[in-house]
């Protein structure tokens, strides 16, 4: 059958599906979702920014050196098997139930961080928090991609990437103010923990995903399982992108964790200047989000992911093995890199969640991005592993970091190579969801 009568069957077995969402996808409903769910998404990274912009301070008071730190966010990285029960559960029982469990024991555990002084509890702590940060991040990431129609999907995820810049630039405007006044770097969980006030009340009015409630009227939500993203439909599908992902994963994983850190402790900035480089090259680099939309609709989402996956290498060398001696002005040097570096990694974040939700079906596209967040905790232990084992080794924790940044070259090359392009498909279509 050609083509074209091919996609006007699909068209024409979706359309039940499709018309709901399709006729209030521009709707005051649809906009305030979005808000709702950006302003959470905001929450969120403001909360997942801290243990990164506090490294440093967190080191000192647990007395670890960038070993011990790196082991320490190691047993955190372990947070991923939580979040995946969790985004498992958003396909189950609805994306807006795990939203708002996620949303009320994220600031109870960032409160019970803050008061944490043993290690082992504020790990265990750190767990919970994180596994409720990476369960938001997937289900709303979801919800984004069920709500909006199809022009305007990337651009969905890009101004989600933005809340998650926003929040996460609002802690970096508050550590070095934190610093300077003489408060701890726990100020910054209490600050979180404040979100108990307003964050579930937020999550109550968030509604449920159409998409979703379609399905589940359907039954088509009842009796699956998180492994069947590997059955003999979708594997094809699942094991390149899942491989993709956890090499950029440890890439991306080592070159933001340690930015801070590298300006602080190795170049040897303040605080207000390394929060200044980071302040400024991270407000520019915001534009990585929409450009990584504007280049996913115009040329695709595959030739997104593959050309920013690139970039995203070349900036985390540029970072992390300068500035060379020569430059007199280190703070400008280190914020074009992480500039440069973070809109490269800002862009395939949006091609990324573009393809990544678009590929599988409802009754799977939570638990798909729930794999994304167990995939991504794994890349995290072995990046954090691999600087703990090899800084002290191999001529310090930033020499291993650009090392590491490399590994964004042959997932570039595997996306470009096995995965399909899903630019202008519904989701049905593009997941082929029916049949």
């Known amino acids: 059958m ?109 409160f019970a961080a803050a008061v944490s002084f043993s290690m082992p509890v504020f790990v265990l702590c750190e767990i919970v928090m994180y596994a409720c940060i990476a369960a938001t991040l997937a289900a709303s990431v979801v919800v984004l991609a069920e709500e909006l129609p199809i022009a305007q999907r990337s651009t969905g995820q890009s101004f989600g990437g933005l809340a998650v810049g926003l929040g996460g630039g609002l802690c970096l405007i508050l550590m070095p103010i934190l610093d300077h006044a003489g408060y701890s770097w726990r100020w910054l969980l209490v600050v979180s923990a404040a979100g108990l006030v307003a964050m579930p009340a937020l999550a109550w009015r968030l509604p449920e995903s159409r998409r979703w409630a379609d399905a589940a009227a359907r039954g088509k939500t009842q009796g699956r399982r998180f492994y069947e993203v590997f059955g003999s439909r979708y594997r094809r599908r699942a094991i390149p992108i899942l491989g993709c992902f956890l090499f950029t994963s440890i890439a991306n994983t080592a070159t933001t964790s340690w930015s801070y850190f590298h300006g602080v402790s190795v170049v040897g900035l303040s605080a207000t200047a390394a929060s200044l480089m980071m302040l400024v090259g991270g407000g520019a680099s915001m534009l990585g989000f929409p450009l990584g939309a504007w280049t996913s609709e115009r040329f695709g989402r595959v030739p997104t992911v593959v050309t920013f996956n690139i970039l995203a290498a070349a900036g985390g060398l540029f970072f992390y093995w300068g500035p ?24 395939v974040t949006v091609g990324g969640n573009s393809a990544g939700t678009e590929l599988f079906p409802t009754a799977l596209r939570g638990t798909m991005i729930g794999w994304f967040t167990l995939i991504g905790a794994i890349a995290a232990v072995i990046a954090q592993g691999a600087i703990a084992l090899l800084a002290e080794r191999c001529g310090g924790l930033s020499v291993i970091v650009g090392y590491l940044g490399l590994l964004s070259l042959p997932s570039a090359v595997v996306f470009g190579v096995s995965i399909q392009e899903t630019r202008g498909l519904s989701l049905e279509i593009a997941a082929n969801e029916e049949t």
């Not at 209030?24 to 959470?40: E, N, Q």
């Not at 243990?51 to 082991?71: Q, T, V």
């Not at 703070?331 to 440069?340: N, Y």
């Open 2 to 110: 050609p083509t074209r009568q091919v996609r006007a069957a699909h068209e024409s077995l979706a359309a039940s599906s499709i018309a709901v969402v399709a006729a209030d996808a521009s709707s005051p409903s649809a906009r305030r979702t979005v808000v709702l769910l950006c302003t959470l998404l905001g929450y969120q990274g403001f909360t997942m920014a801290i243990n990164g912009i506090a490294a440093p301070w967190i080191a000192k008071g647990f007395g670890l050196g960038e070993s011990g730190i790196a082991r320490l966010y190691t047993w955190i990285s372990f947070s991923a098997i939580g979040a995946l029960v969790l985004a498992r559960l958003a396909d189950r029982v609805g994306r807006r139930r795990v939203l708002l469990w996620c949303m009320t024991l994220t600031p109870l555990a960032a």
């Open 324 to 347: 060379p001696g020569w430059c007199g002005v280190p703070t400008v040097w280190l914020a074009v890199g992480f500039c440069w570096f973070m809109s490269a990694v800002n862009a």
